[in-house]
């Protein structure tokens, strides 16, 4: 029985001895130097798109249209037409302004002027002239029952059709007698509808707006180049350049601010629609001399950012403080003297002061 307990008491020790040799052995790792390098910094952002240049027509003639020679998408030319307004009602007063004047001209031509009266109204030639005057701007006004485009652009949108009856708050239907003259030309100042009729865009001012938050915008300098990816599309990315930076911050939904950057992108404009989301990458330039490591190097505990260096064929913890960093690298501002190995791989078995053996080849 002695012996027995003696053989166990031996093959305990001897396990006991194994595990402690297996659970003490060095860990293969890999490992990279820490280097000192120049790196481009950058910031991601995301955003929207729009276009700058953006008309809304509104009809300056009361009337029918006629006729829409433009649906949405369509490219025009400045001076194309796009909607024709049938202003019979302004035609008809028109000529019943023209009708009084040539008749008060015949009546100033038979030398009657200063003494007759017509429609008990005494006549004068400042009143001739101020007829002449309101019948000119009518005429003018008459012209833009054509809606012509103001630029080269594509229709973003068309908010009418033939048929439709515009009124744009002008009525002359009982302002044509001699007793009111004074009041025909002030009704004639080309005033418009509230509502737009035709809204063309310019596709060469699409702009991309991204927002930048408080902690990085004093970094965004006008310049400075823009890496854009269209979501919707597959061809990307797109370059750009930071035209203008607000200085007036806009409220997020989660209660920050953010400061809105305008990049133009005048080469995507036949390519999308307004609204459509965005990412960016800002560039800030290149960080000279930095101190830099693999972003898969580091650790986080509590808050605290570590990596483990070698150290007398062991793993030591080291906590660091990191600057800028880049895809796949980050800077290290303090924490790090420029000469160590740091290990990369792997970090889920190793702790602080475990030994360790680094893979032939890998440093």
Do not use: C
């Amino acid at each position: 029985m002695k012996k027995l307990l003696i053989a166990a008491v031996l093959i305990a020790a001897a396990i006991g001895i194994l595990i402690y040799g297996i659970r003490t052995s060095p860990v293969p790792v890999e490992v990279v130097a820490v280097k000192r390098k120049d790196i481009p910094i950058s910031i991601n952002v995301s955003g929207s798109l729009s276009f700058s240049k953006k008309i809304d027509i509104y009809p300056k003639v009361s009337g029918t249209v006629s006729e829409v020679r433009v649906k949405v998408g369509d490219k025009v030319k400045k001076g194309d037409t796009l909607v024709i307004i049938d202003a019979q009602e302004l035609k008809q007063q028109m000529e019943q302004i023209r009708n009084i004047i040539d008749l008060l001209k015949i009546t100033s031509a038979m030398g009657s002027l200063n003494m007759n009266y017509i429609q008990n109204i005494p006549i004068s030639p400042d009143q001739i002239k101020t007829l002449e005057t309101t019948y000119n701007t009518l005429n003018k006004l008459y012209q833009e029952r054509i809606i012509k485009s103001p630029i080269d652009g594509i229709v973003a949108k068309v908010n009418t059709m033939p048929g439709v009856h515009l009124q744009t708050g002008q009525d002359i239907s009982s302002q044509t007698s001699l007793g009111n003259l004074s009041n025909i030309l002030s009704l004639f100042n080309l005033s418009t509808s509230n509502s737009s009729i035709i809204t063309i865009i310019d596709p060469k001012s699409l702009v991309a707006t991204v927002k930048v938050d408080e902690s990085n915008i004093l970094k965004i300098k006008e310049g400075q180049e823009v890496e854009v990816n269209v979501d919707a599309l597959e061809e990307n990315p797109w370059e750009g350049k930071v035209s203008s930076i607000s200085m007036i911050p806009t409220l997020n939904k989660d209660g920050t601010y953010a400061y809105d950057v305008i990049v133009p992108l005048p080469q995507l404009g036949n390519k999308v629609v307004e609204g459509m989301s965005i990412s960016a990458t800002i560039s800030l330039g290149t960080k000279r001399n930095a101190l830099t490591i693999p972003l898969n190097a580091i650790t986080f505990k509590e808050g605290r950012t570590y990596v483990y260096i070698i150290k007398d064929g062991k793993a030591e913890e080291k906590e660091i403080t990191l600057g800028d960093m880049t895809f796949n690298e980050v800077e290290v501002k303090n924490g790090l003297q420029g000469k160590e190995l740091v290990i990369i791989s792997p970090l889920e078995k190793i702790k602080n002061h475990s030994k360790i053996k680094i893979i032939e080849g890998k440093s």
